[in-house]
């Protein structure tokens, strides 16, 4: 299994900043993920993280909104952009091989104002 | 578009009660199905992991199986504690390693 912590656990943010959340694994991995959970809501892939390589984008995600790093097989940082209250959500990272399980991340519950 | 359809949404029994949750996709053509427990303001805990050459996993008190050919999965859980309420997620690998979550069902177990 593998162990994933991120940071911030939590933040309340103002209108229109930015907020760079981070991704650390306690082993190499090939693939990680980053997921919005909106309240109420199941979880909505945003992009894969793929390291050497630009991040791989889902149909209503760009990267202008959310740019993703990927500088090393054990890191990755997701930054939510001009945030509005609509972003208010956990996001979550996660990490597999190929079709294995997928483990993820405590999250990071983010509270716009 | 792959949809994944979680029934009941919430589910209330008494502690001891053996009950099952029903997670039910659209299209049969998936990888794996992975069935995951979420706490309030907390993470995914990965629960089972089901190939999609497999019909069931098991894990202590949970059992898991897996109809492909009817888009069907169902997570048992014997001998329900008050330490089983949480949110119950089921999730299939569509292809490119990515998951497609249902809705969830929230589970509560009464003392």
């Known amino acids: 299994s593998a162990v994933i912590s991120q940071k911030p656990s939590r933040d309340i943010c103002q209108r229109g900043t930015s907020l760079t959340i981070q991704c650390q694994v306690d082993s190499q991995v090939t693939m990680m993920f980053w997921y919005r959970q909106q309240p109420g809501q199941s979880l909505t892939l945003i992009a894969t993280?793929?390291?050497?390589?630009?991040?791989?984008?889902e149909s209503g995600f760009v990267i202008d909104k959310f740019p993703i790093s990927r500088p090393n097989l054990t890191f990755s940082t997701l930054t939510v952009s001009n945030m509005s209250p609509e972003d208010s959500s956990i996001y979550l990272c996660?990490?597999?091989?190929?079709?294995?399980?997928?483990?993820f991340g405590p999250g990071t519950r983010l509270t716009v104002l | 578009k792959q949809e994944v359809t979680q029934i009941p949404a919430a589910l209330s029994v008494p502690e001891g009660e053996n009950l099952v949750l029903n997670c039910s996709f659209t299209?049969?053509?998936?990888?794996?199905l992975q069935w995951f427990r979420q706490d309030p303001g907390k993470g995914l805990t990965s629960l089972l992991l089901i190939q999609s050459s497999q019909r069931e996993q098991t894990s202590g008190r949970l059992n898991a199986s897996l109809d492909k050919s009817s888009g069907r999965s169902t997570l048992y859980i014997a001998a329900s504690q008050p330490g089983d309420s949480a949110t119950y997620l089921c999730a299939v690998f569509q292809g490119a390693q990515k998951l497609v979550f249902g809705q969830g069902t929230r589970l509560t177990i009464n003392p």
């Open positions: 996660s990490v597999g091989a190929s079709t294995d399980t997928q483990y």
């Open positions: 299209d049969s053509a998936i990888y794996n």
């Open positions: 993280a793929n390291q050497g390589s630009e991040a791989t984008y």
